[in-house]
């Protein structure tokens, strides 16, 4: 089992930053390819950012590329995601989710461990 908790969620004006941290425990997530995903009000859990085991590979979501940057430490069993240029569109609840696919995968129902979740709201 991998529990993981999410901070650094926050309230933030159009063009600001915030990052986002993911600590894993329970187990290492060396094993685990790791992703980021939002779900804004009334719609459904989208795809954000995700990693492999290495970090060798990423992927994003169109919306965010240029503008996130997903990371890990290993070491720390801890994943961020660096959100800049936020806009109005970014407000959400941000979830961190662990697979079993080293490499990553975008699909949401590959994940087996999920977090809480964390607010992030962008004023316009």
């Known amino acids: 089992q991998v529990q993981l908790v999410e901070s650094g969620g926050g309230l933030v004006q159009a063009g600001g930053s915030l990052r986002l941290s993911c600590a894993a425990s329970?187990?290492?997530?060396?094993?685990?390819?790791m992703g980021w995903f939002r779900q804004a009000p009334g719609k459904e859990r989208d795809f954000v950012a995700a990693?492999?085991?290495?970090?060798?590979?990423?992927y994003y979501t169109d919306p965010v590329k240029g503008r996130f940057t997903i990371a890990r430490d290993n070491a720390k069993n801890t994943v961020f995601l660096q959100m800049n240029s936020l806009k109005a569109e970014d407000t959400a609840v941000y979830y961190c989710?662990?697979?079993?696919?080293?490499?990553?995968?975008?699909?949401?129902?590959?994940?087996?461990?999920w977090g809480q979740g964390i607010q992030v709201t962008v004023s316009s």
């Open positions: 989710a662990a697979t079993n696919d080293i490499m990553g995968t975008t699909e949401g129902k590959m994940y087996d461990y």
């Open positions: 329970g187990r290492t997530i060396r094993s685990y390819g």
């Open positions: 990693i492999s085991w290495s970090g060798g590979r990423i």
